[in-house]
């Protein structure tokens, strides 16, 4: 019996997509405590059948993508070859070197698998589908968790941090809506029965930064569609933003859960002296002077975290120095710079300013309505994922890669 390669990556990668939002269910609901989450292993399985498909096919095809992605592969490495000399000049911890590396190196396994292979749109789309129908799986575990277990307060559901789960439902919930137009009768009650639901949810994870998100894409939704559909879309999100802005959670007793939402009690009570967003980034500047911009080399950062915050008053920080703990650069771009240089920072830009070229050329040259608005679809989850950057760290995020591969992917046919 032969086995149909392709068919069973395209059936993996959905496996794969769907278990992304399940992070840490082995944690939550049975107690393992294991790296080996559920979509790790799917992934292994992936670039195991992706070894056999390449060496069945003599080796790596370059195709479109490779031109826009060479600035990505030149950043990493780059990445690598600091590492390398930062190994002999300065302090190095090679526990740290291989938990990154190994982390990231199966996320972007994953992207040059999904880059290298042939998907036409709507198998593109079935992946993205899958990865949506985890996220919403997810918001729904989240709101039983929250109303019927009255575990209140921030939630993340199976991802291990809540900023996560609130930038999966920050590009589900415009997702959903971009679809609607071509739904059938009975998709689009069932859809717009979930907006309020992941609406909801979205008000649980709390998350400033993916408060900012949802409004961005929420715009660009709007502006997307059609003038005949403009308001009716205008009056979704605006409902769906009030509901999590002011309304929210108010039903629950006052003494369960005070007044508003979670997002709308972070987001009235904000106190810039107590977040530690400005003491790290200015503390990963020093560092980089310090370093002379060329990069600590992957995983130094946390290594030698005290070492650059030693002299740190900032009350969250001083604590996780004395404690020997380490905390992420909370952006992006800063952890690039400080990781992998300003080379390797300005090869990320530069893969970064293509990609959405190239998807900006892709929805103006699009001669249908489907293929446009699946590039549109595509537009939103790129620029998430960018603004998203702007507050957190996702290089050693599943669910950031797999956006930004879906995000950038050619299809091969419409």
């Known amino acids: 019996m032969t086995i149909d390669i392709d068919k069973l990556i395209f059936w993996l990668l959905c496996l794969y997509a769907f278990l992304v939002p399940f992070e840490t269910i082995l944690d939550v609901l049975f107690g393992i405590d294991t790296i080996l989450k559920p979509y790790r292993i799917t992934s292994l399985l992936l670039l195991g059948a992706f070894a056999v498909r390449q060496f069945r096919l003599g080796g790596i095809t370059i195709n479109d993508d490779f031109l826009t992605d060479g600035f990505l592969y030149a950043m990493l490495i780059y990445g690598l ?26 996320y972007f396994g994953i992207f040059v698998l999904i880059k290298t292979i042939s998907l036409s749109r709507q198998q593109l789309f079935r992946i993205l589908s899958f990865l949506v129908l985890g996220i919403v799986c997810n918001g729904l575990y989240v709101l039983y968790n929250f109303y019927i277990l009255k575990n209140l307060g921030r939630q993340s559901g199976f991802f291990d941090n809540p900023n996560y789960f609130s930038l999966s439902l920050a590009v589900a919930i415009p997702f959903i809506v971009m679809i609607l137009r071509a739904a059938n009768f009975y998709q689009k009650v069932a859809l717009l029965g979930l907006l309020p639901f992941l609406f909801m949810a979205f008000g649980i994870a709390g998350s400033r930064m993916g408060f900012l998100v949802l409004s961005t894409l929420s715009l660009l939704v ?6 005949i559909y403009k308001i009716g879309a205008l009056a979704a999100v605006l409902l769906g933003l009030f509901y999590v802005q002011v309304v929210g959670i108010e039903q629950l007793p006052a003494n369960l859960i005070g007044e508003g939402t979670v997002l709308q009690n972070r987001l009235a009570n904000r106190d810039a002296s107590e977040d530690p967003r400005i003491p790290i980034w200015k503390g990963v500047l020093r560092a980089s002077e310090q370093t002379y911009f ?13 070492e650059f915050y030693q002299d740190e008053h ?8 004395n404690y020997g703990y380490h905390l992420s650069a909370h952006n992006d771009y800063l952890e690039i710079l400080i990781t992998y240089g300003i080379i390797g920072l300005l090869l990320f830009l530069l893969f970064l300013f293509y990609s959405l070229k190239k998807i900006l050329l892709q929805i103006r040259a699009a001669n249908t309505y489907a293929l446009q608005n699946f590039h549109q679809i595509k537009l939103l989850l790129l620029v998430g994922i960018l603004l998203f950057g702007l507050s957190s760290t996702n290089f050693v995020s599943g669910l950031y890669w797999i956006l930004l591969s879906l995000s950038t992917k050619n299809i091969q046919n419409t």
């Open 314 to 321: 900032h009350d969250l920080v001083y604590r996780i120095v």
């Open 81 to 106: 070859f600091i590492t390398a000399i930062s190994s002999i000049i300065a302090p190095f911890s090679l526990p740290k070197f291989y938990n990154e590396l190994f982390q990231t190196g199966l």
């Open 222 to 227: 709007i502006w997307f569609q059609p003038h």
């Open 294 to 306: 060329r990069g600590l080399g992957i995983g130094q950062f946390k290594a030698r975290f005290s």
